[in-house]
Nanobody
Framework: QVLLVESGGGLVQPGGSLRLSCGGTRLTFSNYAMSWYRQAPGKERVLVARITSSGGSTNYADSVKGRFTISRDNAKNTVYLQMNSLKPEDTAVYYC????????????WGQGTQVSVSS
């Protein structure tokens, strides 16, 4: 059974930084594009950032461009989200997702990690 586990969330002041990690087990990590989503209270889950299986291409939601950076280390089966200049509106539960590059049915979610931005 594939398992994705996020870590690195917490409480930070506006303007601060956090680095989220998502480690995958029981999957060939390099066969998956990886994404970070977030869901704020009372709102839908939305895409924050995505990185291709090789790490060669990334894309971001407009709301986080220039502040967040997604990266991956396939040797460690881990994807990261570096979040800088955090704002209160970044407060949400952050989830990582794995999508197989060939088989769309093979998609997996982590359990989420809470990020709270408040003074």
């Amino acid at each position: 059974q594939v398992l994705l586990v996020e870590s690195g969330g917490g409480l930070v002041q506006p303007g601060g930084s956090l680095r989220l990690s998502c480690g995958g087990t029981r999957l060939t990590f390099s066969n998956y594009a990886m994404s970070w989503y977030r869901q704020a209270p009372g709102k839908e889950r939305v895409l924050v950032a995505r990185i291709t299986s090789s790490g060669g291409s990334t894309n971001y939601a407009d709301s986080v461009k220039g502040r967040f950076t997604i990266s991956r280390d396939n040797a460690k089966n881990t994807v990261y989200l570096q979040m800088n200049s955090l704002k209160p509106e970044d407060t949400a539960v952050y989830y990582c997702k794995a999508d197989h590059v060939l088989y769309s049915a093979q998609q997996y979610w982590g359990q989420g990690t809470q990020v709270s931005v408040s003074s």
